[in-house]
């Protein structure tokens, strides 16, 4: 009798779609996009070569489908956090701010992938997008702290892009092995992190953070 255990037939599952996209993210934060292909997914997957296609016409939809399920991810880590903080508006931003690390450090390809411009598509503006969903829940944050100002005034354009690319930047430093630590003990990540995001909006360390991080 024959050993077939080694033959991969085509293979059918009633949620491969989701199946698909969560080897392709294992594999992606493993290897990185570097030689990712379908065809490697669907070994991966345990199904056949053709398989994928029916469900993802090419690596960049696939890539697009990926970062869809990265920004939903996102976006319920920042709700969570917003849920889980004091009512304060500071207080709110800091701990969006730490679930936003918390995610791109357990995630750092995905979060390349999200923001790559070669692999993403235009900036979308529906808001039932996820990308505009994790977008609006920070631009929601950032103007409870400007209570005075119009979003359309120039005062909240340069809080909110300042927000964001001291959170972002944090958490693409830290994965690069980047942060600067010279006092001694050496601050954690997000405790500089929420340092600099209290400084910058002319608040207090928020008290429930304090010791935590």
Known sequence: MSDL????APYHHGDL???LIAAGREMLEADGLRGFSLRALSRKARVSHAAPVHHFKTLSAFLAE???DGFRELSDALEAAKAGASP???DILCHMAIAYLKFGVAYPVMLRVMFDKDTAPPKSHDPTSQSRRAYLLLEEAVRATLPDVTQRAPEFD???NAVWSLIHGFVILH???QICTQSDPPMTTGHM???ALSALLGSKYPKDLEGTL
Do not use: Y
Not at 5 to 8: E, Q, Y
């Open 175 to 177: 994965n690069e092995d």
């Open 193 to 195: 992190l929420v340092t």
């Open 5 to 8: 255990s080694d033959k991969r």
């Open 17 to 19: 779609r989701n199946v």
């Open 88 to 90: 304060s508006p500071t």
């Open 158 to 160: 340069v809080r909110i």
């Open 66 to 68: 990926c970062r869809s």
